[in-house]
Nanobody
Framework: QLRVVESGGGLVHTGGSLRLSCAAS????????IHWIRQTPGKREEVSCI???????????YYADSVKGRFTISEDNAKNTVFLQMNSLNVEDTGVYYC?????????????????????WGQGTQVTVSS
C-alpha cells in the first residue's frame, strides 16, 4: 500500500518551533515532489515543497511568502523522509498540515496546480500555536 505519514504536530506558544516529518511507505520519494499543505477553516495553502529529482538544477524548493525565512524543508533520502522545520511560529500558522507527494514538473516544484500534483496524501497533523 502506497501512503505517506505525517508526524510531529503539537501545541506550542508564539515564537516556538516544531519539526514535522513526512515518511513514505511503499514507494520512494526520489522521483516525487513533496508538498506541505496547511489547511485552516476556509483556506488551503501550500506552504512548502521540495523536489530533488530535477537533474538539471540539482533540485528545487518552494516556500510561501507567509513562511519564508521561518520554515525550512529538507529531506533524508536514506530514511525516505521529508522534514519541515518551523521556527518563529505565530497563531496564523495554526492548522492541519498535510504532506502530499506527486510527480514534479520539469522544473521541480511549481506554484500552479496541475493534474496529479498531490497524488498521495497523508492523514494530516495538527499544529496549534497559542498566543
Amino acid at each position: 500500500q502506497l501512503r505517506v505519514v505525517e508526524s510531529g504536530g503539537g501545541l506550542v506558544h508564539t515564537g516556538g518551533s516544531l519539526r514535522l516529518s513526512c515518511a513514505a511507505s511503499g514507494f520512494s520519494f526520489d522521483h516525487y515532489a513533496i508538498h506541505w499543505i496547511r489547511q485552516t477553516p476556509g483556506k488551503r495553502e501550500e506552504v512548502s515543497c521540495i523536489s530533488s529529482s530535477v537533474s538539471s538544477s540539482g533540485g528545487s524548493t518552494y516556500y510561501a511568502d507567509s513562511v519564508k525565512g521561518r520554515f525550512t524543508i529538507s529531506e533524508d533520502n536514506a530514511k525516505n523522509t521529508v522534514f519541515l522545520q518551523m521556527n518563529s511560529l505565530n497563531v496564523e500558522d495554526t492548522g492541519v498540515y498535510y504532506c502530499a507527494a506527486g510527480p514534479p514538473t520539469s522544473y521541480g516544484c511549481a506554484t500552479y496546480d496541475y493534474p496529479g500534483k498531490y497524488e498521495y496524501w497523508g492523514q494530516g497533523t495538527q499544529v496549534t500555536v497559542s498566543s
